[in-house]
Nanobody, 115 residues
């Protein structure tokens, strides 16, 4: 059974940083593409970043380039999203996902950027 468990969300002031974690069970991140999406209130879910399993290619949405970094720890079967220089418009529920036999999703973690 595939399970993804996110953690690390919270309330942060503009300009601050957070690191999200997503631990997987039942599937191996290092051989599948894993990534982060987010959904703000009243908006569609959007892709934030992903990292491929084969050659570690990284992709970032234009809105987060230069501020967010995705990474993977194969020993812990976990992917991370380091978020720096956070803006109020980054406020959303962040979801981890993995492309396996089908896309699997975590339950989401709330990130709120506010002063």
């Amino acid at each position: 059974q595939v399970q993804l468990m996110e953690s690390g969300g919270g309330l942060v002031q503009p300009g601050g940083s957070l690191r999200l974690s997503c631990a997987a069970s039942g599937v191996i991140f290092s051989i599948h593409r894993g990534g982060w999406h987010r959904q703000a209130p009243g908006k569609q879910r959007e892709l934030v970043a992903f990292i491929t399993g084969d050659n570690n290619t990284e992709y970032y949405a234009d809105s987060v380039k230069g501020r967010f970094t995705i990474s993977r720890d194969n020993a812990k079967n976990t992917i991370y999203l380091q978020m720096n220089s956070l803006k109020p418009e980054d406020t959303a529920v962040y979801y981890c996902n993995i492309d396996y036999t089908r896309p699997y999703w975590g339950q989401g973690t709330q990130v709120t950027v506010s002063s």
